[in-house]
């Protein structure tokens, strides 16, 4: 078959690969592209559990100032009572206490962050119930600043880097095989 009558008859699945090519950057793009809106709607999650926990807290500090206890003497009392459900109320504000400590500190970095750090330190201090709960009402979005340019960005490098990866092993498997056939 001479070179030209190929090259016509390959016209139309070049045509068809050269579109799709650009579909799945794009679709990398985009997908790459919500992490920051993800990050915004996992903090406003984060920062609700923050609230409410502090309302919590608030209302142990003031009991225990009632009595003039601070809070930790207050839930301590409680731990050391000889009365089950005074323990058993005694550990949960302590979790509490303990939980609306932690996500603070998770939420204060995070805000504090930018960039490219705003990804790292979301990942370094992810709370897993609250970031399946965000997933689960996740609204897709894409805001149009920076970030968002370079998750884009990232998204089309790294999903046109796996594709080409699998192109040209299936490349080689198929080199593979005709070389094999030959001999």
Do not use: C, W
Not at 46 to 56: A, F, N, P, S, Y
């Amino acid at each position: 078959m001479s070179s030209k009558i190929k090259n016509t008859l390959l016209a139309p699945f070049r045509f068809f690969m050269f579109i799709f090519e650009r579909a799945l950057a794009a679709a990398g793009a985009v997908a790459f592209a919500q992490f920051p809106s993800f990050i915004v709607q996992y903090q406003q999650r984060l920062g609700g559990h923050v609230d409410e926990l502090g309302l919590i807290v608030s209302k142990y500090t003031e009991a225990a100032a009632k009595n003039n206890r601070t809070i930790e003497e207050y839930i301590s009392i409680h731990l050391k009572s000889e009365i089950n459900d005074f323990v058993s109320s005694g550990k949960i504000m302590a979790e509490n206490l303990s939980r609306h400590t932690e996500l603070g500190e998770a939420l204060k970095v995070l805000m504090e962050s930018s960039g490219i750090m705003k990804l790292f330190v979301f990942l370094k201090t992810i709370n897993f119930d609250i970031f399946k709960k965000t997933a689960d009402n996740f609204t897709p979005g894409i805001s149009f600043n920076l970030d968002t340019l370079f998750y884009a960005l990232a998204g089309i490098i790294i999903t046109m880097g796996i594709y080409y990866m699998i192109k040209k092993f299936l490349h080689l498997i198929k080199k593979a095989v005709t070389n094999k056939n030959k001999i």
